[in-house]
């Protein structure tokens, strides 16, 4: 589907829109910058906004316009105390709307921008919000469908009145967010596909795609590849399927730059949890287990779209499937990482941190990046300690910290640091091999966090626990019920903070 974004400054009454969305406040007074267009209307906009209904945040009411030329209706759209707003708020009120217009069969929208904005904030910030809520919350997944949606919002407009706006000031946001908001909406697509189409085949062929698309260079390590690497324990998940693992790489290198910084993600294509099998309840969620290297795969699209200057970024994906075979590898087994460390197999459903393992030291050793971020849906028990809604991420490094704190500020995607306890480590060790896979049941987040730190040959490093926000069985605002694609703006948003910051 095409999908086009526009800004524009000039006076409402000399624009033609099928509907603009307005804030209602339950505790100011109707827009000024609407009194000109409600003269149009006949007052009746103004009498609109009085509306009981529009006290409860994200409700809309739509009053028609009684001239058949200009803006044909006018969109209301509940947002509570004007103390309450937050860019977070704009965005959930964005997806909302677009929602519920997309159900009247409107393809093309426009948001008035300027009553959106935050006390202390810009029209910039608040467009992206307004453009990324609405985006987000118009999506629909029906790929396998036999009867597809027909009502879709192809178009979105953002419409800047305050005096001295000039749409070229904007037009970079515009396309900076077309770029991360269509990697979320593919991160979504990857995650809802079924895993007999979403193989670590099909992943690959992904890669190829976005590195044509984003300019990006690519490199696929097949299991002869991998195992002459000597990656035995991403190769020891993979040994119960016939289906063949592929080790991803995406390289975003510019001609001149001094920092490389290497994102890491997990892609379980199926989890069936292999000999330590997992109960069948909600096991169909399992396709989703790939949610960190999709969200790294959707990121480094938008990086290479955006170009950034200075810095190399480097994707790194491991990708396979962890099934119960005649070949699956075994409680008490011992595999090697690259570098050599053995690992005793504890639990084989403890599977993500092994090909995290041999992911973060290729990255080590290939590239010697100055920071690397790794992300996965990694542990139950981080599920357990946040909820659904926010991810763990565990770092020795504050300033790192502060930076992907920064970052899920911007994008919305909560997340909460946690502590890498050190006398945890007690809990990882052997008595035949130089690490276990697992810990004890109580800090589990915590155990897995430190085993994966393990191999990172002290550089700076930052674990993204992803488990229980990369999926929702309830939609919200902007997060249809499904693939949450929780993870590509919070990377690339970090990647924009760390590269800003050097």
């Known amino acids: 589907?095409?999908?086009?974004?526009?800004?524009?400054?000039?006076?409402?009454?000399?624009?033609?829109?099928?509907?603009?969305?307005?804030?209602?406040?339950?505790?100011?007074?109707?827009?000024?910058?609407?009194?000109?267009?409600?003269?149009?209307?006949?007052?009746?906009?103004?009498?609109?906004?009085?509306?009981?209904?529009?006290?409860?945040?994200?409700?809309?009411?739509?009053?028609?316009?009684?001239?058949?030329?200009?803006?044909?209706?006018?969109?209301?759209?509940?947002?509570?105390?004007?103390a309450d707003i937050t860019l977070e708020m704009v965005r959930r009120v964005a997806g909302k709307s677009a929602t519920a217009l997309k159900k009247r069969n409107l393809s093309r929208i426009a948001f008035l921008v300027d009553p959106f904005v935050p006390d202390g904030g810009t029209l910039e910030a608040?467009?992206?919000?307004?453009?990324?809520?609405?985006?987000?919350?118009?999506?629909?997944?029906?790929?396998?469908?036999?009867?597809?949606?027909?009502?879709?919002?192809?178009?979105?407009?953002?419409?800047?009145?305050?005096?001295?706006?000039?749409?070229?000031?904007?037009?970079?946001?515009?396309?900076?967010?077309?770029?991360?908001?269509?990697?979320?909406?593919?991160a979504r697509d990857w995650a809802n596909t079924p895993a007999n189409y979403a193989t670590p085949t099909h992943l690959a062929r992904l890669a190829g795609d976005i590195a044509k698309e984003a300019d990006l260079r690519v490199k696929i390590l097949d299991e002869r590849e991998c195992e002459r690497l000597g990656m035995g324990a991403f190769l020891g998940v993979a040994r119960g399927s016939k289906t063949p693992a592929k080790f991803i790489v995406l390289d975003y290198k510019p001609k001149k730059y001094t920092k490389t910084l290497a994102f890491v993600g997990k892609a379980v294509t199926f989890d069936?949890?292999?000999?330590?099998?997992?109960?069948?309840?909600?096991?169909?969620?399992?396709k989703a287990d790939m949610g960190g290297g999709i969200a790294v795969l959707a990121a480094m699209r938008a990086i290479g779209i955006y170009a950034p200057e200075g810095v190399r970024v480097v994707g790194i994906v491991p990708a396979c499937e962890n099934m119960p075979g005649s070949d699956a590898q075994k409680p008490g087994d011992i595999v090697r990482t690259q570098s050599g460390k053995s690992i005793e197999i504890l639990n084989t459903d403890a599977e993500g941190r092994l090909i995290l393992a041999d992911g973060i030291e290729y990255a080590v050793r290939e590239y010697?990046?100055?920071?690397?971020?790794?992300?996965?849906?990694?542990?139950?028990?981080?599920?357990?300690?946040?909820?659904?809604?926010?991810?763990?991420?565990?770092?020795?490094?504050?300033?790192?910290?502060?930076?992907?704190r920064k970052a899920s500020e911007i994008t919305g995607e909560k997340i909460w640091r946690m502590p890498l306890e050190k006398e945890y480590n007690e809990l990882l060790k052997s008595t035949?091999?130089?690490?276990?896979?697992?810990?004890?049941?109580?800090?589990?987040?915590?155990?897995?966090?430190?085993?994966?730190?393990?191999?990172?040959?002290?550089?700076?490093?930052?674990?993204?626990?992803i488990a229980g926000p990369m999926w929702t069985n309830e939609p919200k605002a902007y997060q249809p019920k499904g693939a949450t694609g929780y993870g590509p703006r919070l990377l690339y948003s970090f990647m924009k903070r760390w590269l800003a910051a050097q």
């Open 1 to 82: 589907m095409q999908f086009t974004a526009k800004v524009h400054s000039k006076n409402l009454l000399q624009l033609a829109y099928p509907v603009l969305v307005v804030p209602a406040w339950e505790d100011l007074d109707f827009p000024a910058v609407l009194k000109d267009l409600d003269r149009s209307f006949k007052g009746v906009l103004s009498d609109a906004y009085k509306c009981e209904v529009l006290k409860e945040e994200g409700e809309v009411y739509i009053a028609p316009s009684p001239i058949s030329k200009g803006i044909k209706r006018v969109a209301f759209v509940g947002m509570g105390k004007s």
């Open 126 to 186: 608040t467009g992206r919000a307004l453009l990324e809520g609405a985006r987000l919350g118009s999506y629909t997944f029906d790929l396998f469908k036999t009867e597809k949606e027909t009502r879709v919002i192809n178009s979105i407009e953002l419409h800047m009145s305050r005096s001295g706006c000039k749409v070229k000031d904007f037009i970079p946001m515009l396309d900076e967010t077309l770029a991360v908001t269509t990697s979320t909406l593919l």
């Open 272 to 286: 069936t949890g292999g000999i330590s099998l997992k109960p069948g309840l909600n096991m169909h969620v399992m």
């Open 368 to 404: 010697s990046p100055d920071v690397i971020v790794d992300v996965a849906t990694l542990t139950g028990a981080c599920v357990v300690a946040l909820g659904e809604r926010v991810a763990g991420i565990f770092t020795d490094d504050d300033h790192l910290a502060d930076l992907m």
């Open 432 to 465: 035949v091999a130089d690490t276990t896979n697992l810990g004890k049941r109580e800090g589990g987040a915590i155990t897995a966090a430190l085993f994966l730190q393990k191999f990172t040959s002290g550089l700076p490093w930052v674990h993204v626990d």
